[in-house]
């Protein structure tokens, strides 16, 4: 609202300043939402959060846990399920999918999250703020972020954070 008011009056030095401070109180608040644990994490292991994720989301999704469960630092536990959560919310948005499939594996030095669905595949501009935020989460852990699939045969988002207990 306030860029249209902007460019209806020609700008000015209030409407200026406006802009400018709801632009960083934005990029303030963006920052914060990054930093807090999700409150699927509270007390739970990731793998149940990942469960009770999927039971609300409005496409049917199969969780599957391969390899054996085990703790994780709390910054890769964030990492993992807020991954699941954009890509949970990409397929919502870009997909047209009608399921979807949650699959967390524990591998010996690595552990890695890929969300795989049956929709539209990924388009040329793929990485948006989302994808762009899970990578600054999972690089400084080593990790890695990719995005696969082809038109009309589904996408598939994999991160892979290397670890072990």
Do not use: C
């Not at 609202?1 to 009056?9: D, G, H, I, K």
């Not at 989301?57 to 994780?72: Q, T």
């Not at 969300?115 to 989302?130: H, I, L, N, Q, S």
């Amino acid at each position: 609202m306030l860029r249209a008011a902007e460019a209806e009056s020609g700008g000015g030095r209030h409407l200026e300043l406006a802009v400018r401070t709801a632009q960083e109180n934005l990029a303030e608040t963006r920052a914060l939402i990054a930093a807090l644990a999700p409150p699927a994490l509270d007390g739970r292991s990731l793998d149940r959060a990942l469960r009770r994720l999927a039971h609300g989301f409005e496409l049917p999704v199969e969780v599957v846990v391969r390899g054996l469960p085990s703790p994780l630092p709390p910054a890769l536990e964030v990492a993992l399920l807020r991954a699941a959560q954009e890509g949970l919310a990409n397929v919502r948005k870009h997909a047209a999918a009608r399921s979807v499939r949650l699959e967390l594996t524990y591998d010996t030095g690595a552990v890695r999250l890929a969300v795989a669905d049956d929709g539209a595949g990924p388009t040329g501009d793929a990485e948006g703020y989302g994808l762009a935020l899970m990578r600054r989460r999972v690089e400084p852990l080593g990790g890695t972020v990719r995005v696969e699939g082809s038109r009309g045969e589904g996408a598939t988002l994999t991160v892979e954070v290397p670890w072990s207990e």
